[in-house]
């Protein structure tokens, strides 16, 4: 049986757990371990973010870079936009 590929989640799902988490932190009545935990949980999900905030500017970028005749791209991380 093929082994099923996970999509990352969404960015907006993202940024909602890493929401969720903060807030859990800042209560501030988790045992340390429990904390270090969701930190670590937390910087991931910033890491995530980032990552697909990155790619999204590089997809504007590449449409804007086509001059006065914009045209859509798909964008490919593996091939350097011209």
Same mark, same amino acid.
């Given at each position: ?11 907006? +799902?993202?940024?909602? /757990?890493? /929401?969720?988490? %903060?807030?859990? =932190? ?5 045992? $340390?371990?429990?904390? $270090?935990? $969701? ?5 991931? =999900? ?6 697909? =905030?990155? /790619? +999204?500017?590089?997809? %504007? /970028? *590449? $449409? ?5 005749? %914009? *045209? +859509? *791209? ?9």
């Amino acid at each position: 049986m093929p082994e099923e590929v996970s999509q990352p989640p969404t960015f907006e +799902a993202s940024l909602n /757990e890493l /929401e969720r988490i %903060v807030k859990e =932190l800042e209560r501030g009545d988790l045992p $340390l371990e429990d904390s $270090l935990q $969701l930190f670590e949980s937390g910087m991931r =999900l910033s890491s995530e973010c980032k990552r697909q =905030l990155e /790619e +999204a500017e590089t997809r %504007v /970028e *590449v $449409l804007i870079k086509k001059g006065s005749d %914009v *045209v +859509a *791209v798909p964008y490919n991380p593996d091939k350097p936009s011209r």
